[in-house]
């Protein structure tokens, strides 16, 4: 049986991620609630921003969820992960570092932003997202994923995967196959931070690690199945890029 190492990297974005309605229902309805191991990785949460670590193997592999509080879906499958790992049900072969709450706060109040700001644009800025950024260049992070969910009325509105071909091919390629698998799709642009300053991604692909960013379809603040099991298909198959599970 896998057993998760924890490390907290900010104090400050501490909050009670089973306080949000949404999440908590889900929870309750998956069985989670009564899984004892996993609601206690989950109640570390409460402490700040957790990341957890598993596995050992060629591969440096970083998942993150909840940039945004609000976009509930890409939170929850990661916590799916979490629970399929230490069922035993994934066999993993690289070490996995897991952050499903990144700003366990905004969850928690089921908020886009973070002290009133985007922190999906702030990652070249001091912040949490420029943490987690340290966290993966100090850590010799292979490759990231942010994991996000997209409003059906707002930009893109449809389940995609965002990337970059500049400086880093392989953003693009990790898509590519991403898409191929999950049916999303791609939304390439030419060089990282080009059209946006301060995304996790495109920070990373400047940094020297290769990123994505996948979008599930879901409502802002709202959680179904669906949404939660296709964001879980695009995680699985970021994975299975690197040939990991």
């Not at 991604?201 to 296709?230: H, M, Q, W, Y």
Request: a neutral charge; charged letters at 20%; glycine letters at 6%.
């Amino acid at each position: 049986m896998y057993k998760f190492n924890f490390l907290s990297i900010d104090s400050s974005t501490k909050g009670n991620v089973l306080a949000n309605n949404q999440l908590n229902r889900y929870f309750i309805n998956k069985g989670y609630r009564k899984k004892f191991e996993l609601m206690e990785y989950i109640n570390r949460t409460s402490e700040g921003t957790i990341v957890f670590n598993v596995g050992e193997g060629r591969y440096n592999l970083l998942l993150v969820g909840g940039v945004h509080g609000n976009e509930l879906a890409s939170q929850a499958a990661l916590v799916m992960l979490m629970d399929e790992i230490i069922s035993d049900n994934i066999k993993l072969k690289c070490k996995l570092h897991i952050v499903p709450f990144l700003i366990p706060y905004t969850t928690m109040i089921n908020s886009r932003n973070y002290n009133d700001k985007d922190m999906n644009r702030n990652a070249h800025l001091d912040g949490i997202t420029r943490k987690i950024i340290d966290y993966a260049v100090e850590n010799k992070i292979t490759a990231l994923c942010d994991c996000h969910s997209t409003d059906p009325n707002n930009k893109p509105g449809f389940a995609s995967v965002f990337c970059s071909v500049k400086p880093l091919i392989d953003s693009s390629r990790i898509a590519s196959y991403i898409c191929k698998n999950t049916n999303s799709r791609i939304l390439p642009i030419a060089e990282a931070g080009s059209v946006l300053h301060g995304a996790v991604e495109d920070e990373a692909n400047l940094r020297g690690i290769p990123a994505v960013t996948c979008e599930t379809l879901c409502e802002n603040g709202k959680l179904d199945e669906n949404s939660v099991d296709f964001s879980y298909k695009q995680i699985l198959s970021f994975l299975d890029y690197f040939g990991v599970i």
